[in-house]
Each structure stands twice: as structure tokens, then as C-alpha cells.
């Protein structure tokens, strides 16, 4: 049985920039997969879109890059959180 539009998936982030995330998850999805993926940084939610762009498989999960497609002020304020959050 496949996937269903709009399920919940769990993944941990393990890098983010303003135009991509690197995630790590047990569910394989395919290239292409457009995901809506929601996370917090510094107390602010973030909602972002984004094509997986390259996956890596290991045993027991998949790392996969996912380029962000953000409008301009949903990149402004994630770089201004990653700033607070490095310092």
C-alpha cells in the first residue's frame, strides 16, 4: 500500500540552510516527492515546501536532501533564525 497525500511523517534534520534541509528518516520516498514540512527554530514555526533532490540509504534509514522552494520572506527569516541560533 502506498503513501497517502497529505500523511505525517516523522524525519530529524541534521543540516538546514535558507534553500535546503537535510533530513534523516526510515520512509523511502522517491525523487522528485514533493514534501510540506513543518519545524521550529528558535521558538518560530516554519512551513515550508520542498522537492527531494538526492537520498542516500543506509540500514535502518535514509538521509535525504530536499531543496526548499520559499518565497523571499520566508528565506529572510530563516536566515535571521539560523544567525541567532549559530551565535
Same mark, same amino acid.
Given at each position: 500500500?502506498?503513501?497517502?497525500?497529505? =500523511?505525517?511523517?516523522?524525519?530529524?534534520?541534521?543540516?538546514?540552510?535558507?534553500?535546503? *534541509?537535510?533530513?534523516?528518516?526510515?520512509?523511502?520516498?522517491?525523487? =522528485?516527492?514533493?514534501?510540506? *514540512?513543518?519545524?521550529?527554530?528558535?521558538?518560530?514555526?516554519?512551513?515550508?515546501?520542498?522537492?527531494?533532490?538526492?537520498?542516500?540509504?543506509?540500514?535502518?534509514?535514509?538521509? =535525504?536532501?530536499?531543496?526548499?522552494?520559499?518565497?523571499a520572506?520566508?528565506?529572510?527569516?530563516? *536566515?535571521?533564525?539560523?544567525?541567532?541560533?549559530?551565535?
Open positions: 500500500m502506498g503513501r497517502q497525500k497529505g =500523511e505525517l511523517l516523522d524525519g530529524q534534520i541534521l543540516d538546514l540552510s535558507p534553500n535546503g *534541509i537535510k533530513i534523516k528518516t526510515s520512509v523511502d520516498l522517491p525523487l =522528485e516527492t514533493e514534501l510540506h *514540512i513543518s519545524f521550529s527554530l528558535n521558538n518560530i514555526q516554519f512551513d515550508v515546501t520542498g522537492t527531494i533532490r538526492w537520498k542516500k540509504d543506509y540500514i535502518n534509514y535514509i538521509i =535525504e536532501g530536499i531543496q526548499l522552494q520559499n518565497d520572506f520566508v528565506q529572510k527569516s530563516l *536566515i535571521n533564525e539560523l544567525k541567532l541560533f549559530v551565535k
